[in-house]
């Protein structure tokens, strides 16, 4: 008897840990294409469905970006949209991808969102006659009618379907990021490996480009002020009105900055026993030396006919590319990225959750992709065109 006792407990010791196991199996996101869950096609399909209409928005005002001239574009209420819409699509498209369960209320205000800010781009501030003098009538009624049906679509299957409620039930991470690995503590050899890091460093590139920008604007206005020597031209159209043109040169010395500099203020404050003093000045010394050589380097190589910039009217000058005050002022503005602003950044995402973190990434992403487009590159009757045109007005 107790021999069969025995025998009918492991039986259901086993059945309730096959039962176990398949149910773990079908709340397991699948990575393979057309499915969301093992075993629920109907429910991949359907939420895919509702990824693939923000795809398709996005990759709309990403070509409405690239085949838009950037000397006849004006800063109005169509770069809001453009901007608010390639943001908003991106983060769905991450958190579907996710099966988050915020994805479905984040999807339903996005779509509301996206809709509003169509038809007041469109009927509100004029664009409607600019893009159906690029296309047609017809064709841009077709798209808006196509657009705004689908977004009514998404948004009643997402607020009314159970399987999709079913399908979007994963949790974000709310974790913080700062644990051992990637924390702003740990060597930068060991972050290198670690999502975080990349993550962070794609950030950084992206809000600097913009600030850099800014930074820029900043320098050229004391310039004009007397505060600095040089000439301001105003008539320059990328600096002083195209003022979200990202600079890439500006996000990839702060990159430079945090993947070359950042190793050397380590081992300079761990060879001066933890004495911030002695670090700082001997890595401004440093720093100088990076920011200097970087800027002859760039200037023999693209400022060899002196079109971007001269410095042979300034005092302490070689060649013409680089003078005492300018390398002054990069190493100023790079020792303050290095010692402040970076850890102060690196400190703060190290404070979010780790999803929020992310959602921030593809949002800034988003951003990006549409402002590069836009002001680097234009389709045209000549075909592609990449490069300084959008400096200069016509």
């Not at 006849?72 to 453009?82: E, I, K």
Request: one cysteine or more; glycine letters at 6%.
């Amino acid at each position: 008897m107790d021999n069969e006792l025995t025998k009918n407990n492991e039986i259901e010791r086993m059945r309730a840990s096959v039962l176990g196991a398949l149910q773990n199996m079908q709340i397991k996101t699948a990575i393979g294409p057309g499915a969301t869950r093992v075993g629920s096609r109907a429910i991949g399909l359907g939420v895919r469905a509702c990824q693939l209409y923000f795809t398709c928005l996005l990759a709309g005002v990403l070509a409405y970006a690239f085949i838009t001239n950037p000397g006849d574009f004006t800063y109005d209420f169509s770069l809001v949209h453009g901007f608010v819409t390639a943001a908003l699509c991106t983060v769905c498209i991450w958190l579907f991808q996710k099966c988050a369960r915020e994805a479905r209320t984040f999807a339903i205000v996005s779509a509301v969102a996206c809709v509003a800010l169509s038809v007041a781009d469109m009927f509100l501030f004029g664009a409607f006659d600019v893009v159906a003098g690029r296309l047609s009538a017809p064709a841009t009624v077709a798209a808006l009618a196509a657009q705004y049906c689908l977004a009514a679509a998404v948004v009643v299957y997402l607020a009314t379907s159970a399987t999709a409620r079913r399908a979007l039930d994963q949790p974000l991470d709310r974790t913080l990021t700062a644990r051992e690995g990637y924390s702003f503590d740990a060597p930068l050899k060991k972050r290198v490996r670690t999502w975080p890091f990349w993550r962070d460093l794609v950030i950084y590139f992206i809000v600097f480009s913009f600030a850099g920008h800014w930074a820029e604007m900043l320098f050229c206005y004391n310039i004009h002020l007397g505060v600095f020597m040089g000439d301001v031209d105003f008539s320059e159209v990328m600096l002083w009105h195209q003022w979200l043109f990202p600079y890439f040169a500006e996000g990839v010395a702060v990159v430079l900055i945090v993947v070359l500099l950042t190793p050397v203020k380590e081992w300079l404050l761990k060879k001066f026993g933890g004495r911030v003093l002695p670090a700082v000045l001997v890595s401004v010394v440093v720093t100088a030396a990076v920011c200097t050589t970087v800027d002859f380097t760039c200037g023999m190589i693209c400022n060899q006919n002196y079109e971007v910039w001269d410095y042979r009217a300034l005092p302490f000058n070689f060649m013409g590319q680089v003078c005492l005050q300018n390398s002054t002022v990069y190493t100023v503005a790079a020792s303050l990225i290095l010692w402040v602003f970076y850890p102060l950044m690196d400190r703060g995402l190290r404070r979010m959750p780790r999803s929020f973190a992310d959602g921030l990434f593809f949002a800034l992403l988003g951003v990006y992709a549409f402002s590069a487009l836009l002001h680097f590159m234009y389709v045209g009757d000549a075909g592609l065109i990449v490069g300084d045109f959008v400096m200069k007005p016509e």
